[in-house]
Nanobody, 125 residues
Framework: QVQLVESGGGLVQAGGSLRLSCAAS????????MGWFRQVPGKEREFVVA????????TYADSVKGRFTISRDDAKSTVYLQMNSLKPEDTAVYYC??????????????????WGQGTQVTVSS
């Protein structure tokens, strides 16, 4: 069972940037499609972005297109989320997730088998 550990969250001013990392405990890492989700208290978990396991194809939520970039380094068993032009509405706990089934990374949380513990991102106005 793969374990995922997120890091890189923090407090940033609107317009700033953060880079989240998600390190996996298992190799080979390239058998997993990976996704990032976020959640604020009282709301459902929201899809942010996913990256497939082979071609590296990506799918972004409309709310983050052009601002966020997902990437993966299979040699390091790590997936990254570069977040630029951050807005207060991006404030949430961000979770990475691993999909061992579909291979392309779906935009729904039920498509993922393993989850990290989350990292808080707070964007001040």
């Amino acid at each position: 069972q793969v374990q995922l550990v997120e890091s890189g969250g923090g407090l940033v001013q609107a317009g700033g940037s953060l880079r989240l990392s998600c390190a996996a405990s298992e190799r080979p890492f390239n058998k997993y499609a990976m996704g990032w989700f976020r959640q604020v208290p009282g709301k459902e978990r929201e899809f942010v972005v996913a990256i497939s396991r082979s071609s590296g194809s990506t799918t972004y939520a409309d709310s983050v297109k052009g601002r966020f970039t997902i990437s993966r380094d299979d040699a390091k068993s790590t997936v990254y989320l570069q977040m630029n032009s951050l807005k207060p509405e991006d404030t949430a706990v961000y979770y990475c997730a691993a999909d061992s089934t579909t291979g392309w990374g779906v935009a729904k949380d039920f498509g993922y088998d393993y989850w990290g513990q989350g990292t808080q991102v707070t964007v001040s106005s």
